[in-house]
C-alpha cells in the first residue's frame, strides 16, 4: 500500500522526529523566525492523507497533482525521464577542484554497465556558488565532454541553487537589482547572508520578487543553448541554510 501525507502550504507546520519510536510529529505553530507572516489569523494545522494500492501509483498520483499545467510537452518528456530513468550522481567532495571533466568521464564509464539515464554534476561546476556560468579553468571544454556523455547515451544535470555567494559577481548585481531575501526591518536595503556548504559568505534568491525567477531563467538558458545541458537540479538546501534574521 501507499500512503502520503499532504500539508497545505499555509499550515505553518513544525516538525518533530525521534521523540517516540516509530513515531513523528506535526503541529501548526508560528514563530519569530520561520514563520513571521501569519497567513492564518490562528496557527491551523491543514493536511490530508491519500492511500493507493502501491506505491508506484501513489508516487505517479501525487506527481500529476504538483505538476505545473503550463509544461510544455518536451517539458514532460524530460521529467517523465528523470522519474522514470536511472539518476547518477558525480560523487560529491568539499573539494571544489576535485571535480573536473576527467572525473565525470571516469564516472559515466562505470555508471553505463548499470544501466544509462541521467549524470547530475554537482554545484562546483561553477567557480562559486550562484555564478551560473562554467568555471573555465576546470572545465576548459566542457561542451565536448557533455557531447561525450550524450554519445554514451546520458542526459546531463547541472545542480543550481538559489544561493548567491558574496565572492560571485551576480550577487552584485543581485543586490543592485533587489533580487535578494533582506534583513528585516532593512527597508530591503541590507541582503540577509548565511553560509552554504562551500561558500562561507551568501545571500538568497528572493522568489516572490517578480525579477528574481526571469533573472535566473535568463542564465540557465545561456547554460542549455551553449552546452546543451537538458535539465537543472534546483538543490533547495534547508531550513538551517537560511539567514537566521
Known sequence: ??????????TPL???????????CLRAANDEFTFVNRLTPLPQLDYRICTTEDMRSLHMLMTQQS???????QEFKVLHSLLEEPVWRVPHTELPESLNESAICDYSESAIAMGLGHIVINEFWQENIGDF???KA???TLKDTIDVLHRRGFKVVLTIQPFISTDSANF????????????????RSIPAL??????????????TNNASVP????????????YGVQSFYLDLGTGYNLPHY
Open 172 to 187: 552584485k548585481d543581485a543586490v543592485k537589482r533587489k533580487l535578494l531575501i533582506y534583513e528585516r526591518h532593512s527597508e
Open 194 to 207: 548565511t553560509r552554504y556548504k562551500s561558500s562561507s559568505s551568501a545571500g538568497v534568491l528572493d522568489i
Open 138 to 140: 576546470r572545465f576548459p
Open 1 to 10: 500500500i501507499g500512503v502520503a501525507m499532504q500539508v497545505s502550504e499555509k
Open 215 to 226: 533573472w535566473l531563467l535568463e542564465k540557465l538558458q545561456r547554460l542549455k543553448e551553449e
Open 67 to 73: 505538476l505545473w499545467d503550463g509544461l510544455k510537452e
Open 133 to 135: 556560468t562554467v568555471d
Open 14 to 24: 513544525q516538525l518533530g522526529v525521534n521523540r517516540t519510536e516509530n513515531r513523528f
